[in-house]
């Protein structure tokens, strides 16, 4: 599968190492478009694999193009893919705020359209993916983008463009309240007399049996 990812920032490369190490049957050759000369070096030291632009190639089809890029970038980088040779049968962003229709609208080429939002345990396989598209895509284009959304972990799908809103509330920005919870858990621990080590493993091994205790019982109510 020739896969072209434009924008290498956290949440490109997350995907782009889940996408490599990812265990399948299905062989991916990826290549990266970054503008920004520090990424694109460190890219190029950890996946030597991988061919990396500097912006978008003149001519690149293949069969999937995936936008991680920045919102407000993207029309111009709409333009620019439109001004040179660039075809794929999917389109995939995990833009935030980029509607399926913008995305069909100032993409010249055709193609199929989806939209995903992964958060940030995706990069260890350990995310969640809310994804959508147009009731007209079948069901073997289905089934591949969740194919190669899965390696970043559970994949779900959205029966509306509007639930991806609530989504990111809640898994895209939920992780950063329980850190932060964490982190007063930790430092409580601290302020009782505990060393560093012995208060992260406290709050640790805390956290670990809840998530072991709330996967055989999701009944929160009645666990408080």
Same mark, same amino acid.
């Given at each position: 599968?020739?896969? +072209?990812?434009?924008? @290498? ?5 997350? #995907?782009?190492?889940?996408?490599? &190490? ?8 990826? =290549?990266?478009?970054?503008?920004? %000369? ?8 950890? &996946? ?9 190639? %003149? %001519? ?7 936008? *991680? ?7 111009? #980088? ?9 075809? @794929? ?6 833009? *935030?705020?980029?509607?399926? #229709?913008?995305? !069909?609208?100032?993409? /010249?080429?055709? =193609?199929?359209?989806?939209? @995903? ?15 959508? *598209? ?15 959304? =899965? *390696?970043? $972990?559970?994949? &779900?799908?959205?029966?509306? !463009?509007?639930?991806?809103?609530? +989504?990111? @509330?809640?898994?895209?920005? $939920? ?38 205790? &709330?996967?055989? /019982? ?7």
């Amino acid at each position: 599968m020739k896969i +072209l990812i434009i924008g @290498a920032g956290k949440m490109g490369e997350a #995907v782009l190492k889940r996408w490599l &190490y990812q265990k399948s049957k299905l062989k991916k050759v990826i =290549s990266i478009v970054e503008i920004n %000369t520090k990424r694109r070096n460190a890219i190029k030291k950890k &996946y030597s694999n991988v061919e990396i632009f500097k912006e978008i190639p %003149t %001519t690149w089809k293949g069969d999937l193009i995936l936008f *991680a890029i920045k919102p407000q970038t993207f029309f111009d #980088v709409a333009k620019e893919i439109n001004s040179k040779n660039i075809n @794929a049968n999917i389109v995939l962003s995990i833009m *935030a705020g980029i509607t399926l #229709v913008s995305l !069909e609208k100032f993409i /010249n080429f055709k =193609s199929i359209f989806f939209r @995903a939002m992964p958060n940030l345990a995706s990069g260890i396989g350990e995310g969640v993916t809310g994804v959508f *598209a147009s009731k007209s895509i079948t069901k073997y284009y289905k089934r591949k983008i969740e194919n190669l959304l =899965s *390696a970043l $972990g559970w994949v &779900y799908w959205l029966k509306n !463009e509007k639930f991806f809103d609530p +989504l990111t @509330a809640i898994s895209g920005s $939920g992780p950063a309240y329980i850190f932060l919870f964490l982190l007063i858990m930790k430092n409580s621990a601290k302020s009782f007399g505990f060393q560093d080590k012995v208060a992260n493993q406290l709050v640790l091994q805390t956290l670990r049996g809840v998530l072991g205790i &709330y996967e055989k /019982n999701n009944k929160l109510d009645a666990l408080i």
